[in-house]
């Protein structure tokens, strides 16, 4: 069995800040804790170290004296829902929330990637509950079989204690399967974007009762986590997702606005600075966009303030502060903007696993251009389970590299037809950061 290690920051105070949900209590990833460290090894700054059983990409969420987070115990087929006493890391008591067999699910996915949200009095998690059967996987460049579901919403009280569950409906996409749920008044709201009958799903937080379900017509997976302000004199519930950006009324799921596209899938997290929501998506294509949200109606023509491409991140969320726009791309490349205007101040290299080496003109020296996105793709096009499949694997990954080539003007060839391949790449000056996006734009 795997274990998953947890650490717990140490901080100044002994009691901090309430992280109650899917980035903390304002979901973007902001504190308000103060003189906390900044800097962590394997025994700086660290409180206490617990070993997880399972594995999963659940975020820990903390309450008052409690850690509690989602992971997947792959042998029994089952997702448990763990408290771990938040001073010491000692494991409290852990609850099995369903026994489901495992879903087909991304390389870069877990079956336990979403993050349990509280109120302080019930936990409410969202996990898939796993048909018994295969289908064609929709909305996919290679075909192959996924298992399909639907979504079950659970609550605990913080004793462990299973007080309801719900099934809100259909769930069936290739990439697995992750949303974290949110709170608003009395709702738990879960957004339900997948390649079938996608939805976005308000239950009542007490009884599990289901209070509204707005359809999502695009019909296209989304793994976005709902962000909810109060803005122009209405409370908004904005997602990006199946193809649009939207926003809801979270009392009601009626929708104030819609953006279509700029892009088909998304998985960040929007965040907002008093002036604009700020979006950062996707796949095929990538963009940063900073909205308007004072719209009604189709605002795509009228409500978009600024955009821009490079340096946008599909999976990873970012962070607003005043008037600066941060955001790592999915290859490490760190950008600040200018919130206002879309004004890049910066961009800068920050993997480790690559040379620093951006200048102020955004160009970078690498090896192979990047070679996490080399090795993105020869996992995406070349696994284990369709090895039997080689001429035609091999025909397909050498169009990849092909593509790359006359996009990035960087001379590379690939050897081999059989199982194994060969691939030659020169040294390069790349002037794009985009190559951090290849394992998508070739899905």
């Known amino acids: 069995m795997r274990t998953i290690a947890f650490l717990l920051v140490l901080a100044l105070q002994l009691h901090a800040e309430n992280w109650p949900g899917w980035r903390g209590p ?3 990833g902001s504190s308000m804790e103060k003189n906390v460290p900044v800097k962590w090894s394997a025994t700086e700054n660290i409180a206490w170290k ?8 659940s975020s820990p969420v903390i309450y008052g004296d409690q850690v509690f987070l989602l992971s997947c115990l792959s042998e029994k087929q089952e997702r448990v829902l763990i408290s771990l006493d938040r001073n010491t890391g000692k494991p409290q008591w852990q609850r099995t929330v369903i026994k489901t067999p495992l879903e087909t699910i991304h390389r870069l996915n877990s079956r336990a990637s979403c993050t349990p949200v509280t109120d302080g009095k019930l936990i409410y998690v969202a996990v898939m509950k796993v048909d018994d059967k295969t289908i064609p996987a929709p ?18 009280d913080l004793k462990g204690n299973r007080k309801w569950s719900r099934n809100i409906g259909p ?30 799903a308000a239950l009542d937080r007490a009884t599990g009762e289901l209070r509204w379900k707005t359809p999502r017509e695009n019909k296209t997976r989304s793994y976005g986590t709902p962000l909810i302000r109060t803005i122009d004199g209405r409370d908004q519930m904005i997602l990006c997702g199946s193809k649009s950006v939207t926003s809801h009324d979270p009392a009601t799921g009626k929708r104030h606005w819609i953006i279509d596209s700029p892009t088909e899938q998304f998985v960040a997290s929007m965040v907002y600075n008093g002036k604009h929501v700020f979006v950062t998506g996707g796949y095929p294509e990538r963009h940063i966009l900073a909205i308007r949200p004072n719209g009604r109606g189709n605002v795509t023509e009228t409500h978009i303030a600024w955009r821009a491409r490079r340096g946008a991140a599909y999976v990873p969320s970012p962070v607003v502060l005043g008037d600066y726009f941060l955001i790592v791309s999915d290859a490490g490349i760190a950008s600040c903007f200018d919130a206002g205007d879309g004004t890049r101040h ?54 990849a590299i092909n593509e790359l080539t006359s996009r990035y003007n960087a001379p590379c060839k690939a050897y081999g037809s059989g199982s194994l391949l060969t691939l030659i790449w020169q040294k390069q000056s790349v002037t794009d950061d985009r190559a951090d996006g290849l394992v998508h734009d070739l899905n």
């Not at 069936?172 to 079938?196: E, K, T």
Request: proline share 4%; with cysteine.
């Open 346 to 399: 910066w961009m800068e290299r920050h993997d480790p696993t690559h040379p620093k080496s951006i200048n102020s003109g955004g160009t970078f020296n690498q090896n192979a251009i990047s070679l996490a996105a080399v090795e993105a793709v020869f996992a995406h096009l070349w696994s284990a389970e369709q090895c039997t499949q080689h001429n035609q694997r091999a025909t397909e990954f050498k169009q």
């Open 50 to 57: 617990t070993a997880i059983p399972g594995e999963g990409h």
């Open 171 to 200: 769930f069936i996409s290739a990439h697995g399967f992750s949303a974290c749920p949110v709170l608003y008044r009395d709702l738990v709201i879960v957004n339900g974007d997948h390649d079938g009958e996608a939805y976005i």
């Open 139 to 156: 909305n996919v460049g290679t075909a192959r079989l996924i298992t399909p579901g639907s979504i079950e919403v659970v609550a605990f």
């Open 26 to 28: 304002r979901g973007d």
